[in-house]
């Protein structure tokens, strides 16, 4: 993946100094935007993307530079602060009722419904530009939860595990569920390859990926990010089928709706682990983090409500949601 165009005066300043040799010192600079923000979502999404697959033109040792990780925890720090001011903080729970609680957390999820219009209402080019938004986390699906495995032990590590084997194919690669989408993007006529669409996602899509990665690189968060994977697999199965359906309807074959089928099946078993022996053995275990496990699951639903909000009122406004030309090319 190449490093995108920057967005303002942070990623300025940050594609700069990444472009050049670690060791560089990096002024402060000034941080402060919603979570929308194009400049800081992109500048955060660069500095997480450095722990997985790197940019082409960048130095893998920038990945622990002590300058750019006190640059990094800036904004953090905004993006944390941000997340506060958007999703109440939950009362704390007695941990046998967090399953419970998390049911109740995400079939109560309003917002519009991206997967409703896609089934019944979006013509080809707005399926792309939804596949063009989901490429930045589903060809990295499954990775920023997998931080948690060695923060885990005992029932919960397990649960976690058998959700990620699945995640990633039960050791087949055809079969993982980032390859499958790769075959949905090919069957859209869109380039596959890893971050081929970085420059085109907004500040509200990235922030979709940086609050796992937020979650999944910060130990004090392992809470937070047991109850985020809990919501995306509690959320997944329906609107999995209407994409499905969604695709038929536009004359997709089996290949490019392969992912959304796997994902009706599999997320409604992922489910009932994830709420069950991954939330509910956590909380067991750490009665004190139930408040967090509640919280990540609450801030992957409002971001996701932000970002259906943003792509649907530019939908049904007649615009594109993207940044630059409505048909990806
Ligand atoms: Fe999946
Ligand atoms: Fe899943």
Redo the contacts with the bound molecule.
């Keep these: 993946m190449r490093l995108p165009s920057a967005r303002g005066p942070v990623t300025s300043l940050l594609f700069e100094r990444l472009c050049g040799a670690p060791g560089a010192p990096f002024p402060a600079v000034g941080v402060a935007g919603g979570l929308d923000d194009d400049d800081l979502q992109l500048a955060l999404f660069t500095c997480y993307e450095l722990h997985y697959q790197g940019f082409d033109e960048v130095d893998d040792r920038w990945e622990w530079d002590p300058a750019l990780l006190r640059f990094r925890a800036t904004l953090e720090r905004w993006f944390e602060e941000a997340l506060r001011a958007a999703v109440p903080r939950p009362e704390p729970m007695p941990p046998r009722e967090v399953r419970e609680a998390l049911f109740a957390l995400t079939s109560a999820a309003e917002g519009p419904s991206v997967a409703a219009y896609l089934q019944r209402e979006a013509d080809l080019p707005t399926f792309r530009e939804f596949v063009v938004h989901r490429s930045i986390y ?1 060809l990295k ?2 990775d920023p939860h997998t931080w948690a495995i060695p923060r885990l032990s005992g029932g919960p590590k397990a649960a976690l595990v058998e959700i990620q084997a ?2 990633y194919g039960g050791g087949r690669r055809e079969r993982m ?1 980032a390859e ?1 989408f790769r075959a949905t993007m090919r069957g859209l006529g869109l380039d596959d390859s890893y971050g081929a669409y970085l420059h085109r996602v907004p500040g509200i899509t990235l922030a979709l990926s940086n609050v796992m990665s937020l979650f999944g690189l910060h130990r004090r968060l392992r809470g937070a990010l047991l109850g985020h994977l809990a919501a995306i697999e509690m959320t ?1 199965s329906l609107p999995s089928r209407r994409c499905s359906t969604g695709l038929r309807r536009l004359g997709a074959d089996e290949d490019t709706a392969r ?1 959304y089928d ?2 009706v099946q ?2 409604a078993v ?1 489910e009932q682990i994830a709420a069950n022996e991954m939330c509910g053995g956590f909380a067991a275990a750490h009665p004190e983090l139930t408040c967090d496990i509640l919280y990540g699951a609450a801030c992957a639903l409002e971001l996701e409500r932000r970002w259906a909000e943003h792509v649907l009122g530019c939908w049904r406004g007649g615009t594109g949601s993207l940044i630059g030309e409505r048909v990806p090319a």
């Design positions: 589903h699906e499954a699945d995640e569920h499958l997944s992912f796997e994902h599999a997320d992922h």
